[in-house]
């Protein structure tokens, strides 16, 4: 069956190091990959896409690379800072050939802690 | 601003009882959707929609229905809730193209409607 997985344990981390979170997939093919962040109690908020073809997307401080060889993608916040905490979840969309709408698989999300 | 309103934000309601939950987005977005969020299993999709008077399943359609009647509102329906569907409810809207073409731009996600069946 298809499968993403993200690390389900919390993530601690001192401010100021770069964070480096993970997606790994199994059994997609997909054409692209998405990052969001959620904050407690909200609905999560889009970081960033990335497209098959693409190895390396960058937004300010925030990295995502994608290897459809490994089947993974890692999600980067260099230079963290407190108000990076949140839960990081990872999402694949596969082209769908009929009705559109382009659905969203989400892995269960990875929480960041960063720390003083 | 780009908004997507959640009618509640807590409900609690009793076995069997039907439960509305609305969705409303003001982007004009053609694409809209319903998960919901468990701990240890992430966000689930329902059902999603993508043009008025149409829907698809998701993958854990069963003991819901949904409706869209107008582009702006898709509504998620609870026929007869049970405690098993106890969970945070979040609707989301996109506004890419459907189909092949299609790229799936960002969700718009509401702040979620946390649900209680007792």
């Known amino acids: 069956s298809q499968k993403i997985e993200q690390n389900s344990e919390a993530l601690n981390i001192q401010e100021g190091k770069t964070a480096t979170l993970t997606c790994n997939y199994t059994n997609y093919s997909p054409a692209y990959l998405q990052w969001y962040r959620q904050d407690p109690g909200r609905g999560p908020v889009f970081l960033l896409l990335?497209?098959?073809?693409?190895k390396e997307k960058r937004k300010e401080r925030l990295k995502v690379t994608f290897d459809t060889t490994l089947k993974q993608s890692l999600f980067h916040i260099t230079a963290s800072q407190p108000a990076d905490s949140a839960t990081y979840l990872c999402?694949?969309?596969?082209?769908?050939?009929?009705?559109?709408?382009?659905?969203?698989?989400f892995g269960t999300g990875t929480q960041l802690k960063v720390e003083l | 601003d780009v908004k997507v309103t959640q009618s509640s934000r807590y409900l609690v309601k009793r076995t069997g009882e039907k439960v509305f939950l609305e969705c409303v987005q003001d982007m004009d977005h053609e694409n809209m959707f319903w998960y919901r969020q468990d701990p240890g299993l992430g966000l689930r999709l329902i059902y999603f929609s993508y043009d008025v008077k149409m829907k698809e399943k998701g993958d854990i359609p069963e003991g819901y229905s949904v409706s869209r009647e107008k582009k702006e509102r898709f509504s998620l329906i609870l026929e007869s809730a049970s405690t098993n569907q106890t969970s945070m409810y979040l609707c989301a809207s996109s506004g890419e193209s459907k189909g092949l073409a299609g790229v799936p731009g960002e969700l718009f996600f509401g702040e979620g409607s946390r649900l209680t069946v007792l």
């Open positions: 999402a694949l969309s596969l082209l769908e050939v009929t009705g559109g709408g382009n659905k969203l698989t």
């Open positions: 990335i497209r098959e073809n693409e």
